[in-house]
Structures are given as structure tokens and as C-alpha cells.
């Protein structure tokens, strides 16, 4: 069984960082392609950024490129999200994800991980 544990969201002000880690185990989590997700109160998910499973290639959503960098460490099972210049409209409930299987969706989900960016 896989499990997927977020941390290192927090309360910050704007124009502040913080960096989200994401921490896969089990037998089948084996170097999955992963993403980050996130949904404010009142809003759907949303795609944030996604990365490959060695880390090469890394996609971002419009609203956070130049901002967030994605990145992995396999020896670790970690990913990470850097954000930076973060703004109040930043704010919500972080999650990680991964494809796991060769699966083409993510078809496993953290708990997820409160940031919250005030003005």
C-alpha cells in the first residue's frame, strides 16, 4: 500500500517562502511521476506543478511559474515544492500526488498540507 505524507505548510505573509515535502512509502511506490495540487476554500483542485519520475521534466501552472519550483530526491522518496513570492491568493490546502503503476492519473493522494498567505 502506498502512502503519501505532506508537510511544511504553515502561516506567512506575502512575499515570504516556504518549502512543502512530500513523503512516499510502500512496496509499489517506485519512483512514480508526481504532482502538487492545491484547493482554496470555496474552489475546485488545482493543478500546481508536476514532475517526471527521474526529475528531468518538470510542468508548472501559469499561476506559479517563475514562483514554485518542483523537485525530487529518490534516494529520499521525496518531493518537494519550493514556493517563493508567495501571495494571498496562494492560499489553500496543499496536496501531493503520484501515478503510481504506470498509471496514467494519480491514483494516490496525501492528506494534504494548510498554507495560508496573508496580505
Known amino acids: 500500500q502506498v502512502q503519501l505524507v505532506e508537510s511544511g505548510g504553515g502561516l506567512v505573509q506575502a512575499g515570504d517562502s516556504l518549502r512543502l515535502s512530500c513523503v512516499g512509502s510502500?512496496?509499489?511506490?517506485?519512483?512514480?511521476?508526481m504532482g502538487w495540487f492545491r484547493q482554496a476554500p470555496g474552489k475546485e483542485r488545482e493543478f500546481v506543478a508536476a514532475?517526471?519520475?527521474?526529475?528531468?521534466?518538470?510542468t508548472y501552472a501559469d499561476s506559479v511559474k517563475g514562483r514554485f519550483t518542483i523537485s525530487r530526491d529518490n534516494a529520499k522518496n521525496t518531493m518537494y515544492l519550493q514556493m517563493n513570492s508567495l501571495r494571498p491568493e496562494d492560499t489553500a490546502i496543499y496536496y501531493c500526488?503520484?501515478?503510481?503503476?504506470?498509471?496514467?492519473?494519480?491514483?494516490?493522494w496525501g492528506q494534504g498540507t494548510q498554507v495560508t498567505v496573508s496580505s
Open positions: 500526488a503520484a501515478k503510481v503503476g504506470f498509471s496514467s492519473k494519480y491514483n494516490h
Open positions: 510502500g512496496r509499489s511506490f517506485a519512483k512514480p511521476p
Open positions: 514532475i517526471s519520475w527521474s526529475g528531468d521534466s518538470t
